[in-house]
């Protein structure tokens, strides 16, 4: 497999009577966006909005964030199972703006009928100061789509919706009429290497479990599949979307489309390892006997793929750090040497336990920091998708006035599989 990624990136963003990208200046004209969107918006609200890195701006209640891709000249779909047929991808030729995210906003019409598992979490998104650190997506440019549904939408109804208008526009925005510039071209692929270099694969685990905390691969729910061997070049072109509403630990869609640990891996293949690819795992599972099931079948799959070594993280915190030890345990019983990549919840102090789960074969664990301390957050100039932020659930807060929160109201900021502001010092 092959992919080749044609990648353009902006430098300015504006509404205007026509959309194109003129070099790295796109205008957006609002009416042709919202006919490409006109059957998914039925009894939903729509308010647009632009945002900058660097602007005073707070972006509040986002939901998901998805990276602008499309097909060169529509020769099949990005995003399968969604915005086209579930045919294979990850070949061929793949358009994206690199820095711009199209991201959802809004509040589920019925939140009172959502258990504590489906009801999302604040996500907060500041474009400047001390939260942009922490947050996915701050360094690049936003057109932000805020849903009001009415309340003859069903929660259902609004979770498909909401998914389908984001990678709708995404597409939209990736095949707009370019002039004056060119793009960056990247090949994405697993050429053979020497095969004396360590073989190591990245154990990728989502969170799939209801509505509102769920992953899709080709548009299935990951929770219905079992541990999968997925090609890099499969998620550029959108083969994983995130449909997580937990949104400080999740993965964002734009986030599976460009994962810095793939690119990293990718990077490094023929040069210092040989990088066999990616299982995608499902964690949260109902029962220990099916968390151990999990973690042997990842382990059985990285063998036969001839793994000598793996990186492992996951996507959420508590429950789903079980499925991922088991996985961590069952790689080096069969003698994969396998690096864990986990943050600590120490405590605002330091001094709580800081893993939930800890067998003694995981004993090789990269540390993202500990996300329980306690900051000052003060305000900025403009709260974009509402004025009242949820403190995951203890209280109430206006959105332009300061607060004392630990970092992980941040949108993104505790998933294990990005960038953020969390660091851990060895001392």
Known sequence: MELEILDYRIEQIAWSDRTCLNGKSLTIHLPSLQEQIMDLCHAIRIDYEIARPGESKRIIHVLDTVLPIAKVNGAGPAFPGFDGPAELVGTGQTIRIGNLLVTITGRFPHPESLTPIETPREGILDMTGIGADYCHGSDHFHLILSLTPDPTVSNVAFDQALRSIALRCARFLAQVEKTGGAPERRTITLAPVNNKLPK??????????????????????????????????????????????????????????????????????????????????????????????????????????????????????????VDFMQTVKACEDQGIKTVAVLHESNGPKGYERPLVDHPKEAD???????????????????????????????????????????????YGSYSKMGGSGFRAVYE
């Open 200 to 321: 190591v694969v990245l154990i990728y685990q989502v969170q799939s479990q209801v509505i509102g905390a769920r992953t899709f691969y080709y548009g299935e729910e990951v929770s219905k599949t079992l541990p999968t061997f997925v090609h890099p070049a499969e998620f550029f072109d959108g083969a994983v979307v995130s449909g997580n509403y937990k949104i400080e630990r999740k993965i964002p869609t734009s986030l599976h489309c460009s994962n810095p640990y793939i690119l990293q891996l990718l990077e490094r293949h023929g040069q210092s390892l040989n990088f066999l690819g990616v299982i995608l795992s499902r964690g949260y599972n109902d029962s220990f006997e099916q968390k151990k099931k999990m973690g042997l079948w990842v382990a059985r799959l990285a063998r036969n793929l001839g793994a000598e070594g793996a990186v492992a993280f996951m996507e959420g915190t508590g429950n789903g750090t």
């Open 364 to 410: 090789s664990m990269i540390s993202r920091g500990n996300v329980s301390e306690r900051i000052y957050i003060p305000p900025l100039a403009a709260v974009i998708g509402g004025t009242e932020i949820d403190l995951h659930f203890k209280a109430k807060h206006d959105a332009r006035l300061p607060f004392l929160f630990d970092p992980t109201i941040f």
